[in-house]
């Protein structure tokens, strides 16, 4: 019984060490899907998106906001992670993606696809260039391999781009401009 009662206790411990993220792999796109709950109106969101300025193309529906983000760097120092443990192609790129905001009564639904990683610097040593400046990549390249997860990606770089998509979209965080100065 004691056997038994340990195997089941290593076994479950990969399951739960797990860490959540919101990404989905369907029909070779992937894509950053997460629920916000809120109290702020539509109106309130469209203020913000208008005043932060990496929001380009925007499109405001009845019950949908859609455009493009340029320029997102990943913000892994912020989460606490250091240089050495944060993969290369994070450190030297700005990613740009369509983002589509959906409401609903309390809560919102932020989807983002089509997530391109632009080369900051040229990263090469003497005849191999590893990355070229300004090179566009698709974030599935170093996120997915034969339609699922890669471990690397999974351990450490979706955490990374969990918070940084994260904070980027909870409106609930940002401040309300006062008139009163």
């Known amino acids: 019984m004691k056997k038994l009662l340990l195997l089941i206790t290593l076994f479950s411990l990969p399951l739960f060490s797990q860490k959540q993220h919101s990404f989905i792999f369907e029909n070779n796109q992937l894509e950053w899907v997460k629920v916000f709950e809120s109290s702020l109106?539509?109106?309130?969101?469209?203020?913000?998106?208008?005043?932060?300025?990496?929001?380009k193309d925007l499109n405001f529906d009845d019950k949908l906001i859609n455009g493009t983000v340029e320029n997102i760097k990943c913000n892994y120092e912020t989460l606490g992670k250091s240089k050495w443990f944060t993969s290369f192609y994070m450190q030297n790129t700005n990613m740009s993606f369509s983002s589509y905001i959906k409401f609903k009564e309390g809560r919102y639904r932020v989807v983002l696809n089509n997530i391109n990683l632009k080369t900051i610097d040229e990263l090469s040593t003497n005849d191999i260039t590893v990355m070229s400046a300004n090179g566009i990549e698709q974030l599935s390249t170093y996120a997915i391999k034969k339609t699922k997860f890669r471990k690397s990606f999974l351990k450490s770089d979706a955490e990374i781009y969990e918070f940084t998509f994260t904070?980027?979209?909870n409106f609930n965080n940002y401040k309300k401009n006062s008139d009163d100065w």
């Open 41 to 55: 109106s539509k109106s309130d969101i469209e203020k913000i998106i208008k005043t932060k300025g990496v929001f």
């Open 167 to 169: 904070n980027l979209f």
